[in-house]
């Protein structure tokens, strides 16, 4: 007994001893520099290793750049890039498909791994979840190809030193989601529709848990017809270029809704707050269960925070799908643009108002004012808008004030 005790000891030394020497040598040959227990993991185990914490064990990750959202407008850069001595051979497109400390999931061409997060000055570019990297042979990022389209936002926090937080890029579509139920909110949904038009995504409002509305329809005669079309109008009145979808998430239908939208190579973000259905709804879409979900608190309608990062899913039928986690602030970045797209009407009302500086308040001649007592101008949509435009004056002032410190 003793001498089996002590032969297991000495076996645990000298694997310990062979890990220590592994580390040490990594240490010295890398080209990332030091290695962390996880990368030692990945050489020792193999490519079984990298699989297990892969975006997802399930899926089946495509190996062609098209089918990994590769166009036109990405491939017309690498010309006039300055790549690498050796042509464009030496380098390859991968596309970030999620990113943890420390680590950068991508795929590419016959490639699915996973790259060391090395850029941690604050001047570098962020990157996000839908960029497309140039790599190296070496898997060394070289390039950071110019985005087709790029939402973000303000990072929460009142501090004059905030920063811009990506959420996702090189998107076809946003599928804002909203629910059918008390967490319903209009305002939410506006400045989600404007991020998507800023940054030329085009937006579709989704609203699901539809069967909430279904289950009132003993109650009434016209049963739960008329609290759909409340959402549907209230939805619908944000902006006339976004479409308005209403669905159960849990049903077979969503794939065939969306379909149109969720077509071989082209990428789709779902966005929203926790709780309105968005795992649920990729769930439904994938025809498995790949994402947790979680209940919603019965009294508030408001969701439990499941998803905690930004992840890209691959559709069995060839669309991606961008999983984002629920945000509980949205304050609108350089989005000038997309607020006049939402609130196109009421910017058409002011440009008819008799002075120029008008501020909608007592002048004379003031076609808002004269909207509110007609009943064509909504006074709480007024509300809306003018507090994106206050946030966006108060956004441009902090920035003059950060250019002069600087």
Same mark, same amino acid.
């Given at each position: 007994m003793i001498q089996s005790r002590c032969s297991s000891s000495i076996h645990r030394k000298i694997l310990r001893?062979?890990? #220590?020497?592994?580390?040490?040598?990594?240490?010295?040959?890398?080209?990332?520099?030091?290695?962390?227990?996880?990368?030692?993991?990945?050489?020792?185990?193999? !490519?079984?290793?990298?699989?297990?914490?892969?975006?997802?064990?399930?899926?089946? &990750?495509?190996?062609?750049?098209?089918?990994?959202?590769?166009?036109?407008?990405?491939?017309?850069?690498l010309p006039l890039l300055d790549v690498p001595p050796g042509s464009d051979s030496d380098v390859?497109?991968?596309? &970030?498909?999620?990113?943890?400390?420390?680590? &950068?999931?991508?795929?590419?061409?016959?490639?699915?791994?996973? #790259?060391?997060?090395?850029?941690?000055? !604050?001047?570098?570019?962020?990157?996000?979840v839908g960029d497309w990297l140039l790599v190296d042979k070496s898997l060394r990022r070289t390039h950071l190809l110019r985005r087709k389209s790029f939402l973000k936002r303000m990072a929460p926090g009142r501090g004059e030193h905030r920063r811009t937080q990506p959420l996702a890029a090189n998107l076809d579509t946003a599928f804002v989601v909203s629910s059918c139920n008390q967490d319903f909110n209009v305002a939410r949904l506006e400045r989600y529709v404007a991020m998507a038009l800023?940054?030329?995504?085009?937006?579709?409002?989704?609203?699901?848990?539809?069967?909430?509305?279904?289950?009132?329809?003993?109650?009434?005669?016209?049963?739960?017809?008329?609290?759909?079309?409340?959402?549907?109008?209230?939805?619908?009145?944000?902006?006339?270029v976004a479409s308005v979808i209403s669905l159960d998430a849990r049903s077979d239908a969503p794939a065939a809704l969306l379909s149109p939208w969720l077509r071989p190579g082209r990428t789709v973000a779902l966005l929203g707050s926790?709780?309105?259905?968005? =795992?649920? *709804? *990729?769930? =439904?879409?994938?025809?498995?269960?790949?994402?947790?979900?979680?209940?919603?608190?019965?009294? =508030?309608?408001?969701?439990?925070?499941?998803?905690?990062? !930004?992840?890209?899913?691959?559709?069995?039928?060839? /669309?991606?799908?961008?999983?984002?986690? /629920?945000?509980?602030?949205?304050? *609108?970045?350089?989005?000038?643009?997309?607020?006049?797209?939402?609130?196109?009407?009421?910017?058409?009302?002011a440009a008819q108002c008799r002075f120029a500086d008008c501020t909608h308040r007592v002048e004379p001649g003031c076609r808002i004012l004269e909207g509110l007592e007609s009943g064509e101008v909504d006074g709480e949509r007024l509300k809306r808008w003018e507090k994106l435009l206050e946030e966006e004056r108060e956004e441009e002032k902090r920035m003059e004030r950060s250019k002069g410190k600087g």
């Open positions: 001893l062979v890990f #220590l020497a592994v580390i040490l040598v990594l240490k010295k040959t890398s080209a990332f520099g030091p290695v962390s227990h996880t990368t030692f993991a990945r050489v020792a185990f193999g !490519r079984a290793a990298v699989q297990r914490r892969a975006s997802t064990a399930v899926e089946d &990750i495509p190996t062609d750049l098209e089918a990994l959202g590769w166009q036109p407008f990405f491939a017309d850069q390859t497109p991968v596309r &970030i498909t999620e990113i943890r400390v420390g680590e &950068i999931y991508v795929a590419g061409s016959d490639m699915n791994t996973v #790259l060391p997060s090395t850029n941690k000055h !604050r001047s570098s570019p962020a990157i996000a800023e940054a030329h995504v085009e937006p579709i409002i989704v609203l699901t848990k539809r069967d909430l509305c279904e289950m009132d329809e003993d109650d009434d005669e016209d049963g739960g017809a008329w609290l759909l079309d409340y959402y549907h109008t209230q939805a619908s009145a944000i902006t006339g926790s709780g309105v259905g968005k =795992s649920t *709804l *990729l769930n =439904s879409l994938y025809g498995a269960k790949i994402a947790d979900t979680a209940e919603i608190h019965v009294d =508030s309608g408001q969701g439990r925070h499941t998803t905690t990062r !930004r992840k890209m899913y691959f559709l069995p039928a060839g /669309g991606l799908v961008v999983d984002t986690p /629920g945000l509980r602030e949205l304050r *609108l970045v350089d989005a000038g643009e997309g607020v006049k797209e939402v609130f196109g009407d009421l910017l058409d009302l």
